[in-house]
């Protein structure tokens, strides 16, 4: 039982390059979440989304698309990175109905070069 | 709408002594609240969270926090600070209005000197 699990944990990225960042989840949770955390500002909300198929903003949006077509997997993505986009990127799972069951992932280090 | 301030970015005690981080909350509803620390290029770790079960919360490691709400309060507190305890700890509330999004606090480095 993995719980939560990232890929990849490190990346490297020039500049206007795109990669996509994986969130896998075995526990069968509804919502999903992914964060960016920078220095001094904790961890800020990406995207979400609360079932299979769905996807919605959260707070720093601009620049991520995300897409659940699976409902263990949550994708996030990068079509062009910029060096503004050079952060600690985690996952975060919760059951449908839960208020307080939060699983996070081990976090993936993104560098935009 | 929900939102969360910790007091101080940074926070030096010794070794032996308590460790007090102060956290401040809003929110539109009986919020759940939580402590997350997280140790040097490491992941998240929940320390305790609160249910509205009891308003004095103890979690791992000695730690324990008291949900005020008349003072929107959630500071978490330890007796007595150990070196493994150095870390960067975040305050957290859920907003229920918005699918449990979680809401972060900007963090509070502890550092622990011998």
């Known amino acids: 039982n993995a719980g939560v699990t990232q890929t990849p944990k490190f990346r490297v990225l020039k500049t206007g390059q795109s990669m996509t960042l994986l969130c896998a989840q075995d526990m069968n949770h509804e919502y999903m979440y992914w964060y960016r955390q920078d220095p001094g500002m904790g961890l800020r909300l990406i995207h979400y989304?609360?079932?299979?198929?769905?996807?919605a903003k959260g707070e720093v949006p601009d620049g991520y698309n995300v897409s659940r077509l699976k409902k263990q997997n949550f994708l996030l993505g990068l079509e062009s990175a910029a060096p503004s986009q050079t952060s600690v990127y985690f996952c975060a799972t919760l059951p449908g109905g839960s208020r307080y069951g939060y699983t996070f992932g081990s976090g993936t280090r993104l560098t935009v070069v | 709408a929900q939102s969360v301030t910790q007091l101080d970015s940074h926070v030096s005690v010794s070794e032996g002594t308590p460790v007090l981080l102060r956290c401040n909350y809003s929110s539109s509803y009986s919020p759940s609240l939580f402590w997350y620390v997280q140790h040097p290029n490491k992941g998240l770790q929940l320390l305790l969270k609160y249910t509205s079960a009891a308003t004095l919360v103890k979690g791992i490691n000695g730690f324990e926090a008291e949900f005020k709400k008349s003072e929107t309060s959630f500071h978490l507190t330890k007796p007595s600070a150990h070196m493994s305890d150095a870390a960067e700890y975040f305050c957290v509330v859920s907003d229920k209005g918005g699918y449990n999004k979680l809401i972060f606090g900007a963090g509070t480095r502890l550092a622990v000197h011998p």
């Open positions: 989304s609360v079932g299979e198929g769905t996807t």
